[in-house]
């Protein structure tokens, strides 16, 4: 790798400081302290574990511990560096090639940068891995080279994770693979719970077996740190080290030469199959007429033409369904406990949350600076909110007869009964949702690329009051299972929920007021924060 030289590396970090200083919102002095201290208090927590870890292994006495500590440890800080970053849907601070390939730059010097930039997606594990470091250093049983087994294994996981981000990345440009590959991840966080509801599968405790080998980059970076087969430890680190460098290299120069937009084009649709879909969509102009119906149909057509929604709904019926398994049917549960007997409810209501982000909670993210058109448009600010609405509701409703679908195929506990209950109760909630989403749309806006299927589009400060206002706007559904519970009846059950519901329609009417009002007076601001472009670093 080359050196870059001085001048070029100050100007491309500047400009990345620059572009992180930008790209969180700082609308209040109490916003930018709540981040603050949160970013301190998550930081703050990593620094004490490398506190424990340095003073753990500066101990002479604890050396026989070393080993099995350090093998098991660094295989997680590998799967941690690798891995959650995908699960998380974060990619750290990176550099957009296509625009700084305009600087003169050569690749080999951009690639230096970028392997220096991946830090950024896991300082949680470079801090640990420094006090470990450290500890090892000021062991006298120890040998000086020991913690150079630890630089190299960080140098390993460089390499190796700028390769895996540019390959995601492709991946990720392109149509149907990308839902797929993510489906697959996000599923693949779900195996916990498999586990525990169908116990460790063979041929995992056979991949524990292989992952204990001396030939694996964690076990060999173990070895050199605490001073044991140092020479053959060496060379087996150094040639994966040489392995990811390659790799990340060969992924980097790919997608140097990659055509994002290319990819991501989909190819035109034969005339004679284009009018099949119609019929789906052009029911909202029949039931509501125009203009709501008109802007509903075209909520609906765009959604589910963006990625970024796709993926989410999907998510509802696969991973929703994985997630609440194990609390409802492991073992030790009996078909009548509470969480088996309104499953549907459970994962219904989960499947909302889910869609929450895209559907409710930043309605004119995905328009970004095309709502200027609603301002000119012979259309009511109002009449846009409530088209946005019903698309929601629609989708809804979707998602919970699927959910209801995958029910009955898996042969899981399903009576009319209890489809009627889950969608009463996912519909008592939605409008509570919507309520509060029109406020949060006209007072928290932001942009949203509907390409990106894997990465958030919600506002760090609403996200945290959200942690509070979901068990409030779940509070109405809890009563009306208490009132079950206390009197063992249906009816009240369904006394409480209309209740519930007349409720939220009061608040809903309220909340539309509010909102077409912060609308008409937030004008500039909303289109400001939805006309916010991409900066030359990803973040």
């Known amino acids: ?23 969180y919102p700082r609308s209040s002095r109490g916003g930018l302290a709540f981040t603050a201290a949160g970013g301190l208090l998550w930081y703050g927590s990593w620094l004490i574990l490398a506190a424990g870890a340095a003073v753990l292994f500066a101990g002479p006495a ?59 997606v896991s300082l949680e594990v470079i801090l640990v891995l420094a006090g470990v470091g450290l500890g090892l250093a000021v062991n006298p049983a120890i040998p000086l080279r020991g913690p150079g ?35 697959a991840l996000v599923l693949l ?11 460790v599968p063979a041929s995992v405790k056979k991949l524990a077996v292989i992952g204990a080998s001396p030939a694996t980059p964690w076990v060999a970076a173990s070895q050199i740190a605490t001073g044991g087969d140092t020479l053959r430890a060496w060379l087996i680190l150094a040639a994966w080290t040489a392995a990811a460098l390659r790799f990340g290299r060969w992924q980097f120069g790919r997608s140097l030469g990659f055509d994002e937009r290319e990819a991501a084009a989909a190819p035109a649709a034969p005339l004679r199959s284009r009018w099949r879909p119609e019929i789906l969509f052009r029911w909202p102009s029949a039931v509501f007429g125009d203009p709501l119906g008109a802007l509903v149909e075209k909520d609906i057509r765009f959604l589910l033409r963006a990625p970024r929604f796709r993926l989410v709904f999907l998510m509802g019926f696969s991973f929703g369904l994985l997630v609440w398994l194990p609390l409802a049917f492991g073992p030790g549960r009996g078909s009548e406990s509470t969480f088996a007997v309104n499953y549907l409810s459970f994962v219904s209501a989960y499947a909302l949350l889910l869609l929450g982000e895209v559907t409710f909670y930043n309605v004119f993210g995905f328009d970004r600076s095309a709502a200027q058109a609603y301002y000119v448009l012979p259309v009511s600010l109002r009449t846009v909110l409530a088209a946005k609405n019903v698309a929601a509701l629609f989708f809804v409703l979707a998602e919970v007869s699927i959910v209801a679908l995958v029910c009955a195929l898996v042969r899981l506990p399903l009576s009319a009964g209890k489809l009627a209950e889950a969608f009463a109760v996912t519909a008592v909630l939605s409008v509570y949702m919507l309520a509060v989403g029109n406020l949060s749309s006209t007072h928290f806006p932001r942009a949203v690329d509907p390409s990106q299927s894997w990465r958030s589009g919600g506002v ?30 249906d009816a009240a059950f369904y006394a409480v929920l ?25 004008k500039e601001l909303i289109l400001a924060a939805l006309s916010r472009g991409q900066s030359p670093l990803n973040t």
């Open 62 to 120: 604890h050396r026989s511990l070393f080993p099995r500590i350090l093998e098991g440890g660094l295989l997680l800080a590998l799967l941690y560096w690798q891995v959650v970053p995908i699960l998380l849907a974060s990619s750290g601070v990176s550099l957009d090639l296509r625009r700084l390939r305009v600087f003169p730059v050569p690749e080999h010097q951009l690639f230096t940068l970028e392997v220096l930039l991946r830090a950024s």
């Open 189 to 199: 966080a779900a195996l916990p719970q498999l586990i525990a509801l169908n116990g």
């Open 1 to 23: 790798m080359a050196v870059i030289p001085f001048g070029q590396a100050r100007a491309i970090l500047w400009a990345q400081w620059r572009s992180i200083w930008n790209y």
């Open 149 to 183: 087994g630890l630089v190299l294994f960080a140098a390993f996981n460089l390499f190796l994770s700028a390769g895996i981000r540019d390959l995601v990345g492709r991946l990720l440009a392109r149509r149907r693979v990308r839902e797929i590959f993510i489906l």
């Open 460 to 489: 760090g400060r609403f996200q945290a009051m959200l942690l509070v206002l979901y068990p409030l706007l779940a509070a109405p559904i809890g009563l009306a299972y208490l009132a079950r519970y206390a009197f063992e009846s």
């Open 498 to 522: 209309a209740v519930a519901a007349l409720l939220g329609a009061i608040v809903y009417g309220v909340a539309m007021d509010s909102a077409v009002e912060a609308a008409e007076q937030r």
